[in-house]
């Protein structure tokens, strides 16, 4: 069974089809399907970015499409960046753009205020089925500088808590067994798994 994986960013995409993959699901990425629509995440909430590129690509395409929209909520910053996560530094910035102005913006706090955390959600959209959606987070904190050379976007900054880690030092096996977007898959992988015989 093909499912749409409502992304260009082929490291979400690594994650998605590591998991997807062990069930027999044949996940592909926007890359792969060039005529796909771009679509604007300009919703305030991380579950209305991820229901818009959901239900605009199931449309577009035919296909059932797993869309998510995730970022860092970090408590000193009052939940910033948010849903604004990957255009932080501004609208083509870079992970390492993002990263400096995050560790210039916590550059006061001391490390014991700087809890935040990874905020995923996701959405099955389903043409003529509706959509299912979900949520994962993973609580942690913020670093005063990378730590890792695995990973991408905030991932080398992201102490998790109950760990000596950061999501950029762990091995992918690792990273999926907690991450809020696997959380956010494996609560929906029963909605996918039903599309195999639907």
Not at 69 to 74: E, I, N
Not at 88 to 116: C, F, H, Q, V, W
Not at 130 to 137: C, P, V, Y
Not at 138 to 163: N, S
């Amino acid at each position: 069974m093909r499912l749409l994986v409502a992304t260009r960013n082929a490291g979400k995409l690594r994650e998605i089809r590591d998991l997807l993959g062990a069930e027999g699901i044949e996940a592909v990425g926007l890359a792969e399907l060039p005529d796909a629509p771009e679509v604007e995440e300009d919703a305030d909430t991380f579950l209305g970015n991820a229901r818009r590129k959901a239900h605009t690509l199931a449309e577009a395409t035919g296909l059932p499409v797993l869309a998510d929209d995730s970022g860092l909520a970090v408590e000193a910053l009052g939940g910033k960046p948010g849903v604004w996560s990957a255009r932080y530094a501004g609208p083509d910035a870079t992970d390492e753009d993002n990263n400096r102005k995050l560790l210039s913006e916590l550059s006061a706090i001391a490390p014991e205020g700087r809890g935040a955390a990874f905020v995923c959600a996701m959405v099955l959209a389903v043409p003529g089925n509706g959509e299912f959606t979900a949520e994962g987070r993973v609580l942690g904190r913020i670093l005063q500088a990378p730590r890792g050379t695995r990973g991408f976007g905030y991932d080398p900054l992201f102490l998790v808590e109950g760990t000596d880690w950061t999501l950029a030092e762990m091995e992918l096996a690792e990273k999926n067994a907690l991450s809020h977007r696997a959380r956010a898959l494996r609560a929906l992988l029963p909605r996918v798994l039903a599309l195999r015989g639907a």
